[in-house]
T-cell receptor, first 115, second 114 residues
Framework: AQTVTQSQPEMSVQEAETVTLSCTYDTSESDYYLFWYKQPPSRQMILVIRQEAYKQQNATENRFSVNFQKAAKSFSLKISDSQLGDAAMYFCAYRSADYQGNLIFGKGTKLSVKP | DTGVSQDPRHKITKRGQNVTFRCDPISEHNRLYWYRQTLGQGPEFLTYFQNEAQLEKSRLLSDRFSAERPKGSFSTLEIQRTEQGDSAMYLC????????????FGSGTRLTVV
């Protein structure tokens, strides 16, 4: 069975600085997809960025980028120029490429942004 | 795209009562997922539908839980004889079967069993 581990329960960053959130996963599959979701307090979970395992190029979405290391099974999220609105729980998630495709989540990292 | 809607947002019930939650997915999405999220944890998969067919159920989904998606549109999740351990946020998500697709989540229904 696949597992996702986020080893940082909480992180803090100064506004305008850069922060990296860590995620590791365990799988025996070669084809899969990885996601980072953001869950602001009392608000719905939204997709931040996705990565296809067969692509070596790291995904980027504006201030958000990932460092995908397939051999190490590592998938970290870098947030550049942090803003107060980035404060939230961040969840790393794994999706197998098989037909079922449900998401497997880590426990999350709570990110605080200091003004 | 009006998003994924869940109703109610909050539900407080007494132990032993039955409760039902509703999820309205994005209309063009053919997949609908139910997740449960407890405090300090990531969402855990409960079950999912492809159109009206319920294709997978997690072992977390005891026989007190039942889900339906009539006509492949909205879905309901019913919990019978609620227990305090059922207190959690119940999240609904919809998406497409394409492998790369990330899902759109609703705001969730927070259940408190007293």
């Amino acid at each position: 069975a696949q597992t996702v581990t986020q080893s940082q329960p909480e992180m803090s960053v100064q506004e305008a600085e850069t922060v990296t959130l860590s995620c590791t996963y365990d799988t025996s599959e070669s084809d899969y997809y990885l996601f980072w979701y953001k869950q602001p307090p009392s608000r719905q979970m939204i997709l931040v960025i996705r990565q296809e395992a067969y692509k070596q190029q790291n995904a980027t979405e504006n201030r958000f980028s990932v460092n995908f290391q397939k051999a190490a099974k590592s998938f970290s999220l870098k947030i550049s120029d942090s803003q107060l609105g980035d404060a939230a729980m961040y969840f790393c998630a794994y999706r197998s490429a098989d037909y079922q495709g449900n998401l497997i989540f880590g426990k999350g990292t709570k990110l605080s942004v200091k003004p | 795209d009006t998003g994924v809607s869940q109703d109610p947002r909050h539900k407080i019930t007494k132990r032993g009562q039955n409760v039902t939650f509703r999820c309205d997915p994005i209309s063009e999405h053919n997949r609908l997922y139910w997740y449960r999220q407890t405090l300090g944890q990531g969402p855990e998969f409960l079950t999912y539908f492809q159109n009206e067919a319920q294709l997978e159920k997690s072992r977390l989904l005891s026989d007190r839980f039942s889900a339906e998606r009539p006509k492949g549109s909205f879905s309901t999740l019913e919990i019978q004889r609620t227990e305090q351990g059922d207190s959690a946020m119940y999240l609904c998500a919809s998406g497409r079967a394409e492998k790369y697709y990330g899902y759109t989540f609703g705001s969730g229904t927070r259940l408190t069993v007293v």
